[in-house]
């Protein structure tokens, strides 16, 4: 009988390796697991995935993470949704929402209503049976009620916060119980001769850090999972072709919105993201329209206040290892693959890898099949949001400029054909369970990139047109008034979890 696999070694540190290391450390607690992170503080982290979306509420309850504290310690801000804007058109822009749109009736998902409504001459937009989509740009929030507690569509809200002092505070949680850091750079990476399984890493003080499992946590590079073990990478970039982006923080507005904002450019698009104590800001750009240069001093023009650093550039290819969890060896985060933030899935890729991982942790086997299944099931999520991302791109209307042209031009996936061709015949949107995005979302970008189909479940014809027009204008009417009662969002970040102010960094 083999070994049981009891001790788990983390390479790198940010948000993958602490959130890996403050789970294990939670859920293996008592089992007699030794978890150990390996990091330098000489190898800086991409730290770019400070949006995040609904699910990451899971993560915080499985941790038993205080709200307040939380939002505090890491100067974090409430999410309702993303705003699209200059995506279908120059001067257009639209909202994906958290939450649902309405809500069901005769059986059936509300978007069919709501296109039978619009094909009547209904002039209320989707955002109007959103409570997310009506609070979000009012600058308004509440939270949620508990389920049930409404006749309403729920709503829901996720964060942005500073990902440097996520990974700090989550690196608190892991070694107040039990995890081990090891601070050092690694030089090399043994193996076993038999089988390729990786015994210990060796770091330049002659320390080695043996383990039975190894989380790769290294970054685009890869350090165990590809350099090492060559576990292989598929490129999307013939899909999304932005292979750049280059980040710069600002000066933080008096007003702190409640949403990511997602501004369509030249060659790519531009994050804004608010924090209580400054505002996060990218340009994701393709080299081949842009230079690095232009990228970064476009930016620098568009900000909302004074830059507060340097632009740091980065350089991404999309894609996803073949194997994500190759032998003794499962790569998180970045390690993993990459879709680039445009719908804030990073930190939530890593949430996702950890629960599977723990459904299927090897006990004193790596079974094949087992390993098998982990791959499978991530790469159907990393396939799912990637076409979900070429549905941004490829369905606008801009002819602006070589870049757009371009993505106009893009032969989509099968999988998106699929979706995007039963969603125009027949308005019907299939989520299975797993899938990240649901019903709502895909409504929310279809309809904003002005996809419309030519019609709608027959369920939709039941209610007359009298009476469908009398539910739609009562529930959006019920929308609005429970939003006037919500506070400004500032007003309830200050009672809630008003942060301390952060010390100046030289520039």
């Given at each position: 009988?083999?070994?049981?696999?009891?001790?788990?070694?983390?390479?790198?540190?940010?948000?993958?390796?602490?959130?890996?290391?403050?789970?294990?450390?939670?859920?293996?607690?008592?089992?007699?697991?030794?978890?150990?992170?390996?990091?330098?503080?000489?190898?800086?982290?991409?730290?770019?995935?400070?949006?995040?979306?609904?699910?990451?509420?899971?993560?915080?309850?499985?941790?038993?993470?205080?709200?307040?504290?939380?939002?505090?310690?890491?100067?974090?801000?409430?999410?309702?949704?993303?705003?699209?804007?200059?995506?279908?058109?120059?001067?257009?822009?639209?909202?994906?929402?958290?939450?649902?749109?309405?809500?069901?009736?005769?059986?059936?998902?509300?978007?069919?209503?709501?296109?039978?409504?619009?094909?009547?001459?209904?002039?209320?937009?989707?955002?109007?049976?959103?409570?997310?989509?009506?609070?979000?740009?009012?600058?308004?929030?509440?939270?949620?009620?508990?389920?049930?507690?409404?006749?309403?569509?729920?709503?829901?809200?996720?964060?942005?916060?500073?990902?440097?002092?996520?990974?700090?505070?989550?690196?608190?949680?892991?070694?107040?119980?039990?995890?081990?850091?090891?601070?050092g750079r690694i030089v090399e990476v043994k193996q076993r001769g038999e089988d390729g399984y990786i015994e210990s890493v060796?770091?330049?003080?002659?320390?080695?850090?043996?383990?039975?499992?190894?989380?790769?946590?290294?970054?685009?590079?890869?350090?165990?999972?590809?350099?090492t073990l060559h576990a292989g990478y598929d490129d999307w970039s013939q899909w999304l072709p932005c292979d750049r982006a280059?980040?710069?923080?600002?000066?933080?507005?008096?007003?702190?919105?409640?949403?990511?904002?997602?501004?369509?450019?030249?060659?790519?698009?531009?994050?804004?993201?608010?924090?209580?104590?400054?505002?996060?800001?990218?340009?994701?750009?393709?080299?081949?329209?842009?230079?690095?240069?232009?990228?970064?001093?476009?930016?620098?023009?568009?900000?909302?206040?004074?830059?507060?650093?340097?632009?740091?550039?980065?350089?991404?290819?999309?894609?996803?290892?073949?194997?994500?969890?190759?032998?003794?060896?499962?790569?998180?985060?970045?390690?993993?693959?990459?879709?680039?933030?445009?719908?804030?899935?990073?930190?939530?890729?890593?949430?996702?890898?950890?629960?599977?991982?723990?459904?299927?942790?090897?006990?004193?086997?790596?079974?094949?099949?087992?390993?098998?299944?982990?791959?499978?099931?991530?790469?159907?999520?990393?396939?799912?949001?990637?076409?979900?991302l070429v549905l941004h791109y490829n369905a606008v209307e801009r002819e602006d400029t070589p870049f757009w042209r371009h993505?106009?031009?893009?032969?989509?996936?099968?999988?998106?054909?699929?979706?995007?061709?039963?969603?125009?015949?027949?308005?019907?949107?299939?989520?299975?369970?797993?899938?990240?995005?649901?019903?709502?979302?895909?409504?929310?970008?279809?309809?904003?990139?002005?996809?419309?189909?030519?019609?709608?479940?027959?369920?939709?014809?039941?209610?007359?047109?009298?009476?469908?027009?009398?539910?739609?204008?009562?529930?959006?009417?019920?929308?609005?008034?429970?939003?006037?009662?919500?506070?400004?969002?500032?007003?309830?970040?200050?009672?809630?979890?008003?942060?301390?102010?952060?010390?100046?960094?030289?520039?």
């Amino acid at each position: 009988m083999q070994q049981m696999v009891k001790k788990v070694v983390i390479v790198g540190g940010g948000t993958a390796g602490w959130m890996a290391a403050a789970a294990f450390g939670k859920l293996m607690a008592g089992g007699d697991y030794s978890i150990e992170v390996v990091e330098s503080e000489e190898i800086g982290t991409v730290g770019v995935g400070e949006a995040t979306i609904p699910p990451i509420m899971d993560f915080n309850r499985t941790m038993q993470i205080d709200e307040p504290d939380f939002m505090r310690a890491t100067q974090a801000s409430i999410k309702l949704g993303i705003e699209f804007v200059d995506w279908t058109r120059l001067g257009h822009s639209y909202i994906h929402p958290f939450g649902t749109h309405g809500v069901q009736m005769h059986g059936i998902f509300f978007h069919h209503f709501w296109l039978r409504y619009r094909a009547l001459g209904g002039t209320l937009p989707p955002d109007a049976f959103n409570i997310s989509a009506t609070a979000a740009p009012l600058g308004r929030y509440s939270p949620p009620l508990p389920p049930g507690r409404s006749p309403l569509p729920p709503h829901a809200y996720a964060y942005h916060f500073d990902a440097g002092l996520y990974a700090r505070y989550l690196r608190k949680m892991a070694e107040a119980s039990g995890v081990k850091r090891h601070e050092g750079r690694i030089v090399e990476v043994k193996q076993r001769g038999e089988d390729g399984y990786i015994e210990s890493v060796k770091l330049t003080d002659g320390r080695e850090i043996a383990g039975d499992f190894f989380v790769d946590c290294s970054g685009f590079r890869g350090l165990l999972i590809e350099q090492t073990l060559h576990a292989g990478y598929d490129d999307w970039s013939q899909w999304l072709p932005c292979d750049r982006a280059v980040a710069v923080p600002c000066e933080r507005l008096a007003t702190t919105t409640p949403y990511t904002r997602s501004t369509a450019r030249e060659a790519g698009w531009q994050w804004r993201i608010p924090l209580q104590h400054r505002i996060g800001n990218g340009y994701v750009y393709c080299s081949q329209f842009m230079s690095d240069d232009e990228a970064a001093s476009l930016l620098l023009t568009r900000l909302d206040g004074a830059a507060r650093a340097s632009p740091r550039p980065l350089r991404f290819v999309t894609g996803i290892r073949k194997e994500p969890w190759k032998n003794n060896c499962v790569s998180l985060g970045l390690a993993s693959g990459f879709l680039e933030p445009l719908e804030s899935t990073s930190i939530h890729f890593i949430q996702s890898a950890i629960a599977r991982l723990m459904f299927l942790f090897p006990g004193n086997t790596f079974d094949p099949s087992t390993i098998a299944k982990y791959n499978a099931m991530t790469y159907a999520e990393y396939e799912e949001t990637r076409d979900f991302l070429v549905l941004h791109y490829n369905a606008v209307e801009r002819e602006d400029t070589p870049f757009w042209r371009h993505c106009r031009a893009i032969k989509i996936p099968d999988t998106l054909r699929a979706k995007w061709e039963m969603y125009r015949e027949s308005g019907n949107i299939v989520a299975v369970p797993g899938d990240l995005f649901r019903e709502s979302s895909w409504f929310a970008v279809y309809t904003g990139q002005g996809c419309i189909p030519h019609t709608w479940h027959p369920f939709a014809n039941i209610p007359n047109e009298t009476e469908l027009r009398r539910r739609m204008e009562l529930m959006s009417s019920d929308v609005q008034k429970l939003v006037q009662t919500f506070p400004m969002h500032d007003d309830y970040l200050r009672s809630y979890c008003a942060a301390p102010p952060m010390p100046e960094k030289p520039m």
